[in-house]
Structures are given as structure tokens and as C-alpha cells.
């Protein structure tokens, strides 16, 4: 089944339960405390802080996601895509633990016939807080494990865990609560049988349900938070990785190799000669570009372009790293003509806005390419030079000032010299480099004071106005004056 299905049988399986369908929001949100929407919850925030009041009382989306810190697991992990769906069910005050619970087994272990994903029962594993973990639950979430007992998980499919695991709260004060998380057996092949859920290749979480009942006061970490008092009225907030359910209902072993995104793999294999599934760090570097540039394409969508700062920054980040993997994959021409019209294809089905924007992300994307092959032109000889000398000089480490001296003359970022060092075996003296930018600032900053509050030199505007006048003879006389 293919992704754009599968989402669309999710909201349509909590419309016909009565819930309002919100479309997507952009990545980029007006939420000063993120870069980007990374979960499916951020546009309904206020809603449940209680700062404004919901229109509805249930809601069901599928959110465009982003999340940079995933960013060093994508191909490494077969679960990480640093753009993803989020596909969520949202309650305001209305259905609380059991309606989740209820509506999220018969979606997962419903019949394709009618309506449901068709996951066998007996594969699906659930988390919940465990006992002992917090005074107002001293023995765990009993109410989830009856609901999930009442729908035939047996107890030794719901695993017990800590506040670290399976209690939520937004960092501030404001709601919390437990949560309960969903897993699918991928089975043998993927790990060893039973036993708790440590192995997250072989189980495999999909959804997240989240049991907002408290009010907190403080919250210092996930599990360090002083409760206010209970919610008088719980909401519900959940959260299914599309992208996720996709590669298992489509009998693929990563998120990379779904319908929206193995076609860049493949046209990324078809440039480079290199076939897909031959060696693991090829593999690797295929579903790096493959993610990165859907990730590129759908923030340039949203009206992000490549910059210095935030969130410019993390978009430059992913085209430049797909542009340096397929490098490594022995592409030299330009690559982003290629692969982003074959990603703008995949993922136009599902959001029109990438056709409509189309002619501004591809040339803004091309043009950030044009850009880093300067950058790169320029700066990856001094960088060989740099590593052949640590090399033969027998250390393990890249000096901070060549890093530094790479940033500042050749525009060279530091994560780009991390990873290219880390590429060639080496680490980079950070300490060294932080230090040398910090007197560069430092040096930058009296320049400009010394601008502002210093006065300029007036000295020669005033021996010109003392001359008298200046005739100009340029018509006439074409001679060179002897002394200039
Ligand atoms: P993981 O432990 O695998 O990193 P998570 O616990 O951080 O996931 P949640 O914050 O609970 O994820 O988000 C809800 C759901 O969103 C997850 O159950 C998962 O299906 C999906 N999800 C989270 N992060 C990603 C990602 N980087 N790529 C794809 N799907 C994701
Ligand atoms: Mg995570
Ligand atoms: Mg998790
Ligand atoms: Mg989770």
C-alpha cells in the first residue's frame, strides 16, 4: 500500500469517528521555542495549555515533521528520516485513555477490507509506565495495561518502563502525563525473540499515545517535575510515524526504501554506477541523499533558503550533505538537478504546495549546489594537505587552527570539516577551533567599535579643500600627472 494511502486510511478512520481534520501546518511555525514542527502536536499547543480554546473537541492530522537531531542516525538506524509524517489523533477534554487505546488497536489490527492496517494482533507489543517510578502512580499506569489486557495483548506484550520512557511533558510547566507506546514484531530475523523491548531494530515503534491528566508545575527534565494538581479535563495527543508503518506494511526493511522515497535511491545508484544493497557505506550514503534531499525539498517548500543562521543553516546542512554523499559515490557533476525533480514527484501527491513552489526551491536548491562546489573547490586541497600532514606526523587529531583557517578563508563550515575528517579517520581539535573564533569575534567587535566611536580621519579632505579649486581637465589633457 502506498504511503499517500496509508495516510489518507488514517484521517479517514478518525473522521469517521467524529474528529475534524486539520490540514497539515507548515514546517515552520510560529512556536518561538522550535526551528521546525517536529511533532504532531506543536500547532495544537495552545489548545492544550489551555491558552486558547479549541474549535473542536477531537482533531486528526498527518504534520510534516522535522527533526534535526535525528539527523547523524538517518541511514545508520532503518527508523530515522529527518523529514517525516507525523499522523496524530487529538483529544481536547473529550475521550481520554480508552478511546485512544480503543481507536488506535482497531486502526492497527483492523482488516484492510475495513478500513484498518491489517498488522496481526499477536505482532503488536505495548509500553506503559511501570511502578515505582512516580509517587502518583505507585503502581504504574493500571489503567492503560487493563485497556490494553481488555484488548487481548497478553501481559507479557506490555512492557513496564520508567518516566524517562513513557511519561511526556513539554519541558516547561503546563500539561503532562504517561504515555503508552506501540510496537510491531518484525520478527526473528531482525533480533532475538521475547524479552523487553531493548532491541528497537526487531520491534519496532510506530505510535505514541499520550495521556495528558496532570498539570505540572516545574519540570527541570523528563522525569524531574513537581504535579500542580490533575487536569480536570485529560486530553489526548498521539503520534504515528507514517513513513514507519509504510516500510512494514510494505515489506521493507528501512524508512528509505518506501514508494515516496527509494526512487532517489535509485536514481542515485543509476548516476553513480553503484548498485543499491552491494556494500553497507554505499547503502549508507544512498539513504543519506535520498532522506536529505526530500528533508531539502520539503522545507525549500515552506519557505526556507539555504543560509547561515537556524534554520537556513540546517536546510544548507542537508543539501550540502547529499551533495557530499554522492561524492563519496564518485558523482562530480551536479546532482540536485537530478534527484529533487524525482523526489518533487513522490511527494506532490500528498502536498500540492511542492508543485506550486516548485520553480523557486529548484533554483534556489541548484543555486546552493553551485555555491558549495566553489566552497569545495577551493577548500579540499588545503584540507588534504591538512590531513596528509597529521597523517605523517603520526597524530590522530586535525590542529584546531587549520579548521579554523578552512572556515575563514575558504567558507568552509565546521561540521563540514568534522565530517570530513571523521571520513579520513581523523578527529578535529574543537577546543582549539572554538577558542580561535572566539578571538576573531572578540577582534571583529573592537573593530567596530573603533569604527563607531573613534573619529575618522578627516586630515586629507581637509588639505584637498584648502587647495582651492579643482579644475577638471580630463577633455583636454590626457597625461598621466607625474606625481600620484
Ligand atoms: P525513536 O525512539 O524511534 O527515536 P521517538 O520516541 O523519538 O522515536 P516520538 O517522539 O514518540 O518518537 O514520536 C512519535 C512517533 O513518530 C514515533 O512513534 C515514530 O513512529 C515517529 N517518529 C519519531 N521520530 C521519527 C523520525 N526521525 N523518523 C520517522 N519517524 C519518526
Ligand atoms: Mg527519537
Ligand atoms: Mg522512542
Ligand atoms: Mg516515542
Same mark, same amino acid.
Given at each position: &500500500?502506498?504511503?499517500?494511502?496509508?495516510?489518507?486510511?488514517?484521517?479517514?478512520?478518525?473522521?469517521?469517528?467524529?474528529?475534524?481534520?486539520?490540514?497539515?501546518?507548515?514546517?515552520?511555525?510560529?512556536?518561538?521555542?522550535?526551528?521546525?514542527? @517536529?511533532?504532531?502536536?506543536?500547532?495544537?499547543?495552545?489548545?492544550?495549555?489551555?491558552?486558547?480554546?479549541?474549535?473542536?473537541?477531537? %482533531?486528526?492530522?498527518?504534520?510534516?515533521?522535522?527533526?534535526?537531531?535525528? +539527523?547523524?542516525?538517518? *541511514?545508520?538506524?532503518?527508523?530515522?528520516?529527518?523529514?517525516?509524517?507525523?499522523?496524530?489523533?487529538?483529544?481536547?477534554?473529550?475521550?481520554?485513555?480508552? *478511546?485512544?487505546?480503543?481507536?488506535?488497536?482497531?486502526?492497527?489490527?483492523?482488516? +484492510? %477490507?475495513?478500513?484498518?492496517?491489517?498488522?496481526?494482533?499477536?505482532?503488536?507489543?505495548?509500553?506503559?509506565?511501570?511502578?515505582?517510578?512516580?509517587?502518583?502512580?505507585?503502581? !504504574?499506569?493500571?489503567?492503560?495495561?487493563?485497556?490494553?489486557?481488555?484488548?487481548?495483548?497478553?501481559?507479557?506484550?506490555?512492557?513496564?518502563?520508567?518516566?524517562?520512557?513513557?511519561?511526556? @511533558?513539554?519541558?516547561?510547566?503546563?500539561?503532562?502525563?504517561?504515555?503508552?507506546?506501540?510496537?510491531?514484531?518484525? !520478527?526473528? %530475523?531482525?533480533?532475538?525473540?521475547?524479552?523487553?523491548?531493548?532491541?528497537?531494530? #526487531?520491534?519496532?515503534?510506530?505510535?505514541?499515545?499520550?495521556?495528558?491528566?496532570?498539570?505540572?508545575?516545574?519540570?527541570?527534565?523528563?522525569?524531574?517535575?513537581?504535579?500542580?494538581?490533575?487536569?480536570?479535563?485529560? @486530553?489526548?495527543?498521539? *503520534?504515528?510515524?507514517?513513513?514507519?508503518?509504510?516500510?512494514?506494511?510494505?515489506?521493507?526493511? @528501512?524508512?528509505?526504501?518506501?514508494?515516496?522515497?527509494?526512487?532517489? +535511491?535509485?536514481?542515485?545508484?543509476?548516476?553513480?554506477?553503484?548498485?543499491?544493497?552491494?556494500?553497507?557505506?554505499?547503502?549508507?550514503?544512498?539513504?543519506?541523499?535520498?532522506?536529505?534531499? #526530500?528533508? !531539502?525539498?520539503?522545507? &525549500?517548500?515552506?519557505?526556507?533558503?539555504?543560509?547561515?543562521?537556524?534554520?537556513?543553516?540546517?536546510?544548507?546542512?542537508?543539501?550540502?550533505?547529499?551533495?557530499?554523499?554522492?561524492?563519496?559515490?564518485?558523482?562530480?557533476?551536479?546532482?540536485?538537478?537530478?534527484?529533487?525533480?524525482?523526489?518533487?514527484?513522490?511527494?506532490?501527491?500528498?502536498?500540492?504546495?511542492?508543485?506550486?513552489?516548485?520553480?523557486?526551491?529548484?533554483?534556489?536548491?541548484?543555486?546552493?549546489?553551485?555555491?558549495?562546489?566553489?566552497?569545495?573547490?577551493?577548500?579540499?586541497?588545503?584540507?588534504?594537505?591538512?590531513?596528509?600532514?597529521?597523517?605523517?606526523?603520526?597524530?590522530?587529531?586535525?590542529?584546531?587552527?587549520?579548521?579554523?583557517?578552512?572556515?575563514?578563508?575558504?567558507?568552509?563550515?565546521?561540521?563540514?570539516?568534522?565530517?570530513?575528517? *571523521?571520513? %579520513?579517520?581523523?578527529?578535529?581539535?574543537?577546543?582549539?577551533?572554538?577558542?580561535?573564533?572566539?578571538?576573531?569575534?572578540?577582534?571583529?567587535?573592537?573593530?567596530?567599535?573603533?569604527?563607531?566611536?573613534?573619529?575618522?580621519?578627516?586630515?586629507?579632505?581637509?588639505?584637498?579643500?584648502?587647495?582651492?579649486?579643482?579644475?577638471? #581637465? !580630463?577633455?583636454?589633457?590626457?597625461?598621466?600627472?607625474?606625481?600620484?
Amino acid at each position: &500500500m502506498k504511503t499517500a494511502e496509508i495516510r489518507r486510511r488514517f484521517l479517514d478512520h478518525f473522521v469517521r469517528a467524529g474528529h475534524t481534520l486539520v490540514p497539515s501546518a507548515s514546517l515552520v511555525y510560529n512556536d518561538p521555542t522550535l526551528l521546525f514542527v @517536529n511533532a504532531g502536536m506543536v500547532p495544537f499547543k495552545p489548545y492544550f495549555t489551555g491558552a486558547e480554546t479549541p474549535p473542536f473537541q477531537t %482533531a486528526t492530522s498527518s504534520q510534516k515533521c522535522v527533526r534535526t537531531l535525528d +539527523i547523524e542516525e538517518v *541511514g545508520k538506524t532503518t527508523r530515522h528520516g529527518t523529514f517525516f509524517q507525523m499522523n496524530g489523533n487529538f483529544s481536547f477534554g473529550d475521550y481520554f485513555k480508552e *478511546g485512544a487505546i480503543q481507536h488506535a488497536w482497531e486502526l492497527v489490527t483492523g482488516s +484492510i %477490507a475495513s478500513g484498518g492496517l491489517g498488522f496481526d494482533g499477536d505482532r503488536v507489543w505495548v509500553t506503559v509506565l511501570g511502578p515505582g517510578h512516580h509517587p502518583d502512580f505507585p503502581d !504504574g499506569d493500571t489503567e492503560a495495561v487493563a485497556l490494553w489486557r481488555a484488548m487481548g495483548v497478553p501481559d507479557e506484550h506490555i512492557q513496564r518502563r520508567d518516566l524517562k520512557d513513557n511519561y511526556w @511533558n513539554m519541558g516547561i510547566p503546563g500539561p503532562g502525563g504517561p504515555c503508552s507506546e506501540i510496537y510491531i514484531d518484525r !520478527g526473528a %530475523a531482525y533480533g532475538p525473540d521475547g524479552g523487553p523491548i531493548v532491541d528497537e531494530d #526487531r520491534f519496532l515503534e510506530i505510535w505514541n499515545l499520550v495521556f495528558m491528566q496532570q498539570e505540572l508545575s516545574a519540570v527541570r527534565a523528563k522525569d524531574d517535575f513537581d504535579v500542580l494538581r490533575p487536569l480536570p479535563k485529560p @486530553n489526548i495527543d498521539t *503520534g504515528m510515524g507514517l513513513e514507519r508503518v509504510a516500510y512494514l506494511m510494505q515489506g521493507r526493511d @528501512n524508512l528509505y526504501e518506501i514508494d515516496q522515497v527509494f526512487p532517489v +535511491i535509485e536514481k542515485a545508484a543509476e548516476l553513480s554506477g553503484k548498485r543499491y544493497g552491494a556494500d553497507h557505506d554505499d547503502d549508507v550514503r544512498m539513504r543519506v541523499v535520498a532522506d536529505h534531499v #526530500r528533508s !531539502g525539498l520539503m522545507l &525549500m517548500t515552506d519557505g526556507v533558503t539555504p543560509g547561515n543562521e537556524a534554520r537556513g543553516y540546517v536546510l544548507r546542512r542537508l543539501l550540502r550533505r547529499s551533495v557530499r554523499a554522492m561524492r563519496l559515490l564518485g558523482v562530480h557533476d551536479p546532482v540536485l538537478p537530478e534527484l529533487l525533480p524525482v523526489s518533487k514527484a513522490l511527494m506532490e501527491e500528498s502536498y500540492p504546495e511542492v508543485a506550486t513552489e516548485w520553480a523557486r526551491t529548484s533554483t534556489s536548491a541548484y543555486a546552493e549546489e553551485e555555491s558549495f562546489r566553489r566552497t569545495l573547490a577551493a577548500g579540499t586541497q588545503i584540507f588534504d594537505v591538512a590531513v596528509r600532514q597529521a597523517k605523517d606526523a603520526g597524530v590522530t587529531t586535525l590542529p584546531g587552527d587549520q579548521a579554523f583557517q578552512l572556515h575563514d578563508t575558504y567558507g568552509f563550515p565546521i561540521d563540514l570539516t568534522l565530517e570530513m575528517a *571523521g571520513e %579520513a579517520g581523523l578527529a578535529v581539535d574543537r577546543d582549539e577551533f572554538t577558542r580561535l573564533m572566539g578571538e576573531q569575534k572578540a577582534r571583529a567587535k573592537a573593530d567596530a567599535r573603533a569604527k563607531k566611536g573613534g573619529a575618522a580621519n578627516t586630515e586629507a579632505y581637509r588639505t584637498l579643500r584648502d587647495a582651492g579649486e579643482t579644475p577638471f #581637465r !580630463g577633455f583636454t589633457d590626457l597625461s598621466v600627472p607625474s606625481r600620484v
